[in-house]
Structure formats: structure tokens, C-alpha cells
């Protein structure tokens, strides 16, 4: 195992170990739930869990790789969510639940793309506050749309409205399907955590493979230096719409999953607190450092309801943990502190080799 950890350069190496980070925190969590060691509470938590972690890493790849700041992801995730409910509700059992439930994860992921390349196209023309002010707008139109939406289904067809479920004029065999704002309800329960793990592996594998290919060192070079990377010939919205556009794909599974892990499923989730909340994910974790965002979505979705036994104090040690993982990530003497030890174990481990 030595040697072919080795044999290995360090960006294979560096991936390995996140894998292998997911891998075994599915093994000793399933192990606990398995022994009923995990409270009936806490098994609730653990496709949330995936879906942030999901989440935060298509964001990273915006705001880490491409460096780009977005404000608006919980819409993308709004609109993974409510399609992929909408294609279920629709199919029922047409088909087995396994093939709908992998249909309509593309089926969210699809239509969430296509809303990146949209968005895309205008936004990723413009920088910094302005391009974040944008899609924090898109955000929020998303969820007030689904607020005021009504489709229902007859052996007409599909019937659209913007006023009441009575405006829909169904039949007799007609069915309301997105109630307003009382979203969808009757959503088949597809999801769990063994599907959510196998998800964020497929997330990992997407965006890893994605920094480190050639359109990756691209994607970057852009956010480096985007006078530069136009100068030697970089096409500069290919690649920028790239990563928005699979970063509000991978958003969009996370919201399928969502939504198939709840019998009702509604906008409050995806306002703009959530997509504050991812942000938060991104930046604790390390801007750019994938790792680091699976690892900070994971502790900051549970740590909450670690704390809910402590009541009023509950929530001041949720802060005080964001600042010290903050001071740790990014303070100029914390960062100093950790190349120091990094230095001291790999000179003794130079040694130990010798």
C-alpha cells in the first residue's frame, strides 16, 4: 500500500484520499445506524447531509475554481427539486421505482443545466457584485414563481395557472399536481443515504476529473488572470459557462434528491438563506478546496442539531464554531502554524525514510 501510495503524483493522491474520506464515513455511519447506535432524529439528517455536501462542491466549483461569486444556487436547486417531483408525481408507478427515481435525477439535473447555459450566457458577462446581485435575483424569481405556479393533469393534457387550482378548468380525472404555494405533495420517498453517498462520489468524480483536465487549467487560468488566459487564446465564455453550467446541474441532483427524501415538498428550503448557507459551506471549507467543502457541509449540517440539547446556547456555539473554523482556514498566523507542522512531519518522515 506504501509504495503504490508513492508510486502515485499528488493529484491522484489527493483525490484518493477524498474518496476514500466519503467511503469510510458511509461504512462507520451505516455501521452505527446498523447497531442502532443513531437516533431515529438523527437518521433524518443523513440524506440532508448528502445533499449539501453535493451542494457545496458544484458551488466550489463556481466560486473556488471558477472564481466567480454566486448568490443565487438555491434556485438551481429549486428548479432540480421541482421537476424531478413533477416527473415522478407524473410517471406514479408506470415504471419501477429505481428507473423513475434515476430519471428523474437527469431529469433534474437536465433542466437545472439548462437554466445554467441560460443564466449563463447573460450573466457570466458581467464580475463581482454585480454578477452575484443578478443571481441572487434569478434565486429569488425561481421561488416566487413556484409560489404562485399551478399545473394539473387531465386526459386533456396538462393545464397551467397562475391564479387557483380552480383556474386549471381540470375534469373529472384530473389531478393538481404543484398546488402553488403548497408545492407538491405525494412525492415517492426515493431517496436515502446509500443513494446520496453513491451521488456525492459521482459529484466528486465529475469535478475532480473536471480541475484537473485541460479545460479545468483553463477554467483557471481565466480566474487567475483573464487578460491572460484571452491572450494565449482561451475562449473565455466557453469555459466560464462550462462550470456554471455543471455546477447548476450537480445543484439540480441535489435538489432531486431533496425532494424525494420529503412527502411535501415546498420553496421555503430554497430561499435565500439556503443559498447563503452553501456559501458559508465554500468558505469554511476552503475556497477551491473540494475536500474542505465536503468536510464543512458534513460538521456544519449536523453540528446544529448536536448542540439543540443546550437550548438557548444552542446557537452561540454554532457561531463560535463558524469563527474559529474561519480564523483556522484563513488567518495569515493559522496558516503560518499549519505550514510549520506540514514542514515538521515531512522532514521526519524524510528522515524516518533515510
Known amino acids: 500500500m506504501k509504495n503504490l501510495l508513492k508510486n502515485m503524483n499528488k493529484t491522484t493522491k489527493n483525490n484518493a484520499i477524498t474518496y476514500s474520506m466519503v467511503i469510510i464515513f458511509y461504512i462507520v455511519v451505516q455501521s452505527l445506524v446498523t447497531t442502532g447506535y443513531i437516533s431515529n432524529h438523527m437518521k433524518g439528517l443523513l440524506v440532508p447531509i448528502c445533499v449539501y455536501v453535493i451542494t457545496a462542491i ?24 421541482y421537476t424531478s417531483a413533477f416527473f415522478s408525481s407524473c410517471v406514479g408507478t408506470a415504471l419501477p421505482d429505481t428507473l423513475r427515481f434515476i430519471l428523474a435525477l437527469l431529469v433534474g439535473a437536465c433542466v437545472a443545466a439548462v437554466f445554467g447555459i441560460l443564466i449563463g450566457i447573460p450573466v457570466l458577462k458581467l464580475r463581482g457584485d454585480y454578477l452575484a446581485i443578478v443571481t441572487l435575483a434569478f434565486g429569488e424569481i425561481i421561488k416566487n ?19 387557483d387550482s380552480m383556474s386549471l378548468n381540470l375534469g373529472e380525472d384530473g389531478k393538481v399536481i404543484v398546488k402553488g404555494a403548497l408545492g407538491i405533495t405525494g412525492t415517492p420517498k426515493d431517496a436515502s443515504f446509500t443513494v446520496g453517498i453513491i451521488l456525492i462520489i459521482v459529484a466528486l468524480f465529475i469535478v475532480l476529473n473536471l480541475v484537473n483536465s485541460r479545460s479545468g487549467r483553463a477554467i483557471m ?134
Open 58 to 81: 458544484s458551488l466550489n466549483l463556481v466560486v473556488g475554481i471558477s472564481g466567480e461569486l454566486s448568490l443565487g444556487h438555491a434556485g438551481f436547486m429549486c428548479v432540480g427539486a
Open 145 to 163: 414563481l413556484m409560489n404562485i405556479l399551478y399545473i394539473g393533469k387531465d386526459s386533456a393534457g396538462f393545464h397551467f395557472s397562475i391564479k
Open 221 to 354: 487560468a481565466i480566474r487567475d488572470n483573464r487578460i491572460a488566459a484571452e491572450s494565449v487564446g482561451i475562449n473565455v465564455t466557453k469555459y466560464k459557462l462550462m462550470a456554471f453550467t455543471i455546477s447548476a446541474a450537480l445543484a439540480g441532483v441535489a435538489g432531486a434528491l431533496y425532494s424525494h427524501n420529503y412527502y411535501t415538498l415546498t420553496t421555503k428550503k430554497f430561499d435565500y438563506n439556503t443559498s447563503i448557507l452553501i456559501l458559508v459551506f465554500v468558505v469554511l471549507g476552503g475556497i477551491g478546496n473540494i475536500r474542505g467543502s465536503v468536510i464543512a457541509a458534513a460538521i456544519l449540517t449536523v453540528l446544529p442539531e448536536l448542540l439543540r440539547g443546550l437550548s438557548d446556547y444552542r446557537m452561540l456555539i454554532y457561531a463560535i464554531a463558524l469563527i474559529v473554523m474561519m480564523l483556522f482556514n484563513w488567518a495569515p498566523s493559522a496558516i503560518t502554524w499549519r505550514a510549520k507542522i506540514k514542514a515538521k512531519f515531512k522532514s521526519k518522515k524524510n528522515k524516518e525514510a533515510e
